[in-house]
């Protein structure tokens, strides 16, 4: 049985056999990464995600190849959706933090620059590799400018490929966000974006504009 391409993202492809039994096809690397480049600069728009913000990137890149998580990462897609994130990163000057496996208690990979502009950001001693971090964090690890591992982080934003479960990183409120692309290759694409906390009672206002009309109405 072949499955149907058509819900993905599009593209070229070439048949593959995961042996299983079960024919897939197998997403072009280059389509792989022009949706990913897609979908995060919508997530920075929705989210208006600016300079020094920090954006989380989860990855399973055995499901973009239509595998199941954890049990057939591959660089050559790693290399793409990193190359996509770095074309982002350059115009928008985020800071990407790549989610490593759970094997790694889902720590993330940075640029140790973070550190200094988030101070409360934990530095733990791990080299991620493919069987244990994942491939994306992996191939991050090894292509950041001075890259380490943090414990944990809350990011202003967070891009999930594959369904890697990237909440315990995201600041309080997350707002879940929809991508005009739904599929990487095979994997289903999740984002969100946060928001600072709604406090007060019934007379609490939340916009500029309601502030402005409440000036002349104090008691």
Known sequence: MQTDGAAGSGGAYSASEPGNGITVQQPDPDRIGADVETVLRELVEIGKVSRGQIVVIGTSTSEVMGRRIGTAGTEQVAEKIFQAVE???????????????????????????????????????????RKAGGSMAAYAYRHLTDACVVETISAHAGLDIGDTLIGMHLRRVAVPARPSIRSIGHAHVNMAYTRPKLIGGERAVYSSERAEAARDSCD
């Open 87 to 129: 074309a982002v990163r350059r115009d928008i000057g985020l800071y990407p933090a790549f989610q490593c496996c759970e094997h790694l208690n889902r720590a993330l990979v940075v640029e140790r620059a973070i550190l200094g502009k988030y101070p409360q950001l934990e530095e733990v001693s791990v080299i991620p590799v």
